[in-house]
């Protein structure tokens, strides 16, 4: 305590700018932050002193807050160089991920992302549809044969959704980074799944004071201390290590079969990130040019499985909650769904479905864009600004002594840039931006949006998956995936809340937006429906 009183952070912001006043020096307006809904003190305070102001965190950290669409757009353009990652954070995350993209800064930053462009390019993202379609069919097999023995005598069967948008998920990451069939759909273990899913925890809600004080102390260990904490054998530490341990040994089988294959002349036609990046990196060879080491192949394929695993199953579980509390836009979707796909009695989807098809579906992508809209499942992003800088803004603030048209912050300063925030402008939005409307998506001025509005976002104008060099990797792996999953799952059941009170509350204690029942924080993500097969919608 001495030690963090002595280092006291100094104010590194213009001395006018508004925001709360803290409760306390030791958790400062953190609880506020943490123990209430996702965006929610956000939107409370943006509404009190506008769409730029701070507030405190624990130990009196002072956090520039960011609704502002061009100052958003400035900081994700600066990261890996202006705007970077907190260093004691970077360690911890070297920790879980190792140094593969979200760790990685500057030139080795670049460096990795243009090697890994091969998996994540329009075209083979685009080929990987029928996978997630097969996947999601062998979801709505295990939901038909659980209709039959569990259902009540209307053919309605109350089921968790969550759990079952996790397995979908899971396996879906399994055969498109591996090339491996988990086999969790049908209720099998797989030796990478059981080492991964140590990786991440489960989702952390409504910490108690003593944890948010705790949580903040741990940004104050120097960065080096962190470092050498991961040499020593510390009960927490080790079950990361034995999971990269089992990861990586079962990831370095794989890729040594590839290269054998290749070795005699094979094409490889399997279509997972791994096949994608060994091809890739023995082609490089031959023409002498750089190739990612296999380490570095598996520090990847970590990191894509810690990005998008829960985000994925947050966002499908979130379209699944409004399209069941919305039975119109439901019917409306299904109604698509089967005009395209055909019924369930027409076809059955064991090979799953092409993006051409999901393409020809503009309501489907219109729900989509609109769960990821309203349910951004990374509500805000955490930086620290490596220099002093000027930063932009699209409209001017009122401070106390008068107005401003940029900010100014010195090196070190904490910046939030609110994605949520972004996401819900009602000048981009409209008046009805809080509200869940995928209609907004049909009309062609929502495609439009005035250079000074925009943040930056890499995808369809929204701050969901980011910006600048940093944007999210995986966005159109994302956005496919999700749409398929939900593609499948609409055009074979009607689905309903399992229990009519049940109220959505979105957990946001640090930077994921999970959904849950309101009031009933803990134990994870929930999705509660009643679901039973489609009758006809035409
Ligand atoms: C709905 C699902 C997802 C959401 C909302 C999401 C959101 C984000 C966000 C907000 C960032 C930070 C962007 C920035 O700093 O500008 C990010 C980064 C990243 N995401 Fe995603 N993501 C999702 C799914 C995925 C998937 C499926 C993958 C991989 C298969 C993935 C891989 C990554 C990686 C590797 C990064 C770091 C990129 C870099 O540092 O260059 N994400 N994501």
Redesign the pocket.
């Known amino acids: 305590w001495i030690w963090l009183r002595l280092k006291g952070p100094r104010s590194r912001l213009p001395p006018d700018l508004r925001g709360p006043t803290p409760a306390s020096w030791i958790l400062g307006n953190q609880p506020e932050v943490v123990l209430s809904e996702a965006g929610e003190a956000n939107r409370r305070w943006k509404a009190q002193y506008g769409a730029v102001y701070k507030y405190y965190g624990c130990f009196g950290d002072e956090y520039l807050v960011l609704n502002d669409a061009n100052a958003v757009q400035h900081v994700?353009k600066g990261?890996t160089t202006s705007y970077l990652l907190d260093k004691s954070l970077r360690e911890f995350l070297r920790l879980v991920t190792g140094e593969?993209?979200?760790w990685?800064d500057e030139a080795d930053?670049a460096r990795q992302?243009r090697l890994l462009s091969p998996a994540f390019n329009t075209p083979f993202i685009k080929s990987l549809a029928p996978t997630f379609a097969a996947c999601a069919f062998r979801l709505v097999t295990q939901w038909n044969q659980r209709i039959e023995t569990e259902g009540d005598d209307k053919g309605g069967w109350d089921v968790e959704a969550y759990h079952w948008m996790e397995l979908l998920t899971m396996e879906s990451?399994g055969l498109t980074?591996f090339g491996v069939k988990f086999g969790s759909l049908e209720g099998n273990q797989h030796p990478l799944q059981t080492a991964y899913t140590g990786l991440i925890g489960s989702a952390y809600s409504h910490p108690s004071k003593l944890s948010i004080a705790l949580g903040a102390a741990v940004l104050h260990i120097p960065a080096f201390i962190v470092h050498h904490l991961q040499k020593l054998p510390l009960p927490g530490i080790s079950k990361f290590k034995e999971a990269q341990r089992v990861g990586r040994k079962f990831a370095d089988e794989l890729m040594a079969k590839k290269r054998r294959l290749l070795e005699t002349n094979h094409v490889l036609q399997d279509r997972d990130f791994i096949t994608v990046l060994v091809q890739a990196g023995e082609k490089n060879q031959k023409g002498k040019l750089e190739s990612m080491p296999d380490e570095e192949i598996y520090n990847?394929l970590t990191?894509?499985w810690v990005?998008?695993f829960e985000?994925?199953t947050n966002?499908s579980s979130f379209a699944l909650i409004e399209l069941a509390r919305n039975p119109d836009m439901q019917q409306r979707l299904a109604s698509e769904l089967i005009g395209i796909l055909g019924g369930a009695a027409d076809r059955d989807l064991s090979d799953g479905f092409s993006t051409d098809e999901v393409e020809q579906m503009p309501y489907l992508e219109a729900v989509v864009n609109e769960t990821?809209r309203c349910h951004?499942?990374?509500h805000s992003?955490l930086f620290r600004a490596a220099g002093d800088d000027l930063i932009p803004l699209s409209n001017p603030i009122t401070t106390r002594d008068g107005k401003l048209n940029s900010i100014r912050v010195q090196a070190g300063q904490s910046i939030i840039c609110s994605?949520d925030g972004c996401n819900r402008w009602e000048e981009v939005w409209g008046p009805d931006a809080d509200q869940f409307r995928p209609e907004r998506w049909l009309r062609a001025e929502a495609k439009e949006i005035e250079p000074d509005k925009q943040c930056g976002g890499v995808y369809a104008n929204l701050a969901?998956?980011?910006?600048?060099?940093?944007?999210?990797?995986?966005?159109r792996?994302?956005v496919l995936?999700?749409s398929v999953f939900i593609a499948a799952i609409i055009r074979d059941f009607e689905i309903a809340l399992s229990r009519p009170d049940w109220e959505l509350g979105r957990d946001g204690s640090y930077i994921g937006t999970i959904p849950m029942e309101r009031g009933r924080w803990q134990g994870g993500g929930r999705c509660p429906l009643r679901v039973r097969r489609r009758r006809s919608v035409m």
Request: charged letters at 10%; proline letters at 5%; one cysteine or more.
């Open positions: 994700l990261q593969g993209l979200i990685a930053h992302r990451l980074a990847n990191t894509f990005a998008g985000t994925a966002a990821l951004g499942p990374i992003g994605f969901t998956f980011g910006g600048g060099p940093k944007a999210c990797i995986g966005y792996f994302a995936e999700v």
